[in-house]
């Protein structure tokens, strides 16, 4: 019986993925929790499309936007159920990270949800903003905007943070 | 505006992956679930063409058994197993000589060993076991094939179960083989494998490309190796003809996800099932070829069928398919029609005989589906077939809790047994207490009930103010069929708002609601709210 081998790729590809992919999902989500559920389902898309996926030149770009299309149909539907979101987002996010971390996650749970998916993408996943307006598939004037919005309504909640380091569009 | 690209780097830190390998089972799984659910249903179609070519190839007499690997008997051992509390059918089996088959196992562990057990046409029952789980059950000359896992190999393995439920190891594949007339195809783990009942031969499919997507394979009469390729939005029927693929498009109309292929004589039968995101609409199209493939055309079939979740061909070349409306009949020539209400599992025949599997029972039909009997499966003779449990709703006392399970067949009413728990533990332990014993099995002596999964399915429960958060591992193929998805849905919501203080039942999937939905069909994530209204979650 020949060894099963056919997922090889897909393994290493998740070996080396997985943690970096939920750390960004984090941000876009604001939820430690939702962003695990949503990095592990697009993995079973992709051992599901595995010839797709291998196929690709960027894999890991095609998990990233699956799982923030899974994060985006996840943010439409719980719109019915913000009274019990907040609360269940405030449980997960907490548990083992960082103070520093967890006010960042804080402040972009703040944000509208393109806001928040704007700048957790360019300024924390550190994707440049063409790969971001590729990714949520709008103008790149629409990511701009959306960027200083959200930068604006982030900088009192972060004044913490060293105001020397402009990072703005670093990579526009 | 600060750096903040550590924030994620932290985050990956704190991380605990999950394995790989439980990601790929649930990928794997989702590619097949259509096909495996069937476990009777289209591949004992292979039956028919196994008996077939007996004819066409003059064997008439059943090949010896190999003698290659031990052969596992242990009637005690598999007695004892398919009578303890949570032993289940995880697959049936008939074969053209009126034999019926049952596979047995427990539902605490899928490391557990199967028993099997099968009853001649005379009514005497043998008895064996198996090493491991038995995913797979394909009807040859000679008994059936089926495909072992967590039996200690890494990628599974093939054996054959005889007349005699002797449980056989074949050898691995040594080399490749063109098929012929009589062989039969079985998926193991992801490789497509032909066996060859004359010698008892694994063969490995040469030049085989994979399809993205695996439908359930059969050998025509002629020698043909049929399968259905599923590839970008386009189904195609492949035949594997002196060593290469030769496809013919099926269907490319929209984005078929899934697909079922019986067969019976140079009847084939398709279904393809069409799935439209973001509406989350899903449709089901029957195609028939009755020249072995050659051409096909579109059964004009009832507009509403739902999910077709199994498909059988009769040697006569009428198909007959499980759907989420009945059992629809397709006539070789003609429009299919409804003939049955509604059922669980799956169909399957002995290319006379059609039975519906329904969990420790079975409906029999000798006339193509105008009269039905009922029948215990295989190994429990002394289980008697009732349905008088069907509605029954006891109240529980202050240290009770209701175990709500479906009931069968063609019961819209469930039935519930009590479970006793202590008075004065929390809502979230008392849930614990009944959806454990839900998913241990209903009472022995129920054989009208049935229950889904097993223990190992609940992982969590979670109790979050009027919430109720439920995890199960849906691993297996437990929740792929409609019927099975309404099942777990009942059950889940029945015993959840059992407590009044509950308001909203959440059901998640290796802790992903999204994946929940995705499991049972809905494609979403929904949540379920005590007015029975189903709300994105």
Redesign the interface.
Known sequence: MPEDTQHDALRELYVASYRRLVGQLTAVTGSLAEAEDVVQEAFVRAVASRRTVEGLDNPEAWLRTVAVNLARSRWRRTQRFLHLAPRLVADDTDAGLSPDTTAVLAALRTLSPTQREAVALHHLADLPVREVTDLLGVPVGTVKARLSRGRAALAPLLSDHDPSSDLEDRHA | ???????????????D??P?DA??V???R??RRRTTSLVTGAVVAVAVLAATARVVTGDSAAPEPPAASPTVLSPSEARALIHERGAVVTALGLDDEGRELAVWAHRRSRESPSAVAVRAADGAVALGMAPGALDDVVPVTGGWLAESTNDG?????VVLIGPDASVTTLP??TGTTTPQPGDAAIW????L?LYRPATHELF?VPAVA?P??QSNPVVTASGSLVTLLKQ?DTVSVARLEDGAWVTHELDGSSSPSAHLLGGGGDTLATVVHHHRE?ETTSYDVVHLSTDAGATWRVVPAPPRLGSITSIATTTRGTTFMTTSYGLLRVPAEGDAELVAGTLFGGVLTDGDRIMMSNGRIYSRSDDEGASWTVAAVPGREDAPVETLDCGFAPTPGPDQVLVSFGCLPDHPERAAELARVAAETSTEERLTAALTAYFAGPPPRSGALWSLGSPDTLRAVVV??D?AIVDLDLDGGIASTSAQSGEIWAALTTMAFQFPEIE?MEPRY??????FG?AVGAG??L?VQRDGDY???
Request: proline share 12%.
């Open positions: 505006m600060p750096d903040l690209t550590h924030v994620p780097a932290d985050v990956a830190d704190h991380l992956p999950p790989f990601l790929v649930r990928g794997v989702r590619r190999s890494r990628t599974g393995s691995a594949p193991v783990g992801l490789a494998t490995e994979l993205d997507s970008a973001p979050e103010g919430r909203v290796y802790g992903s609601c999204v994946a995705a979403e994530c949540v709300v994105p979650g």
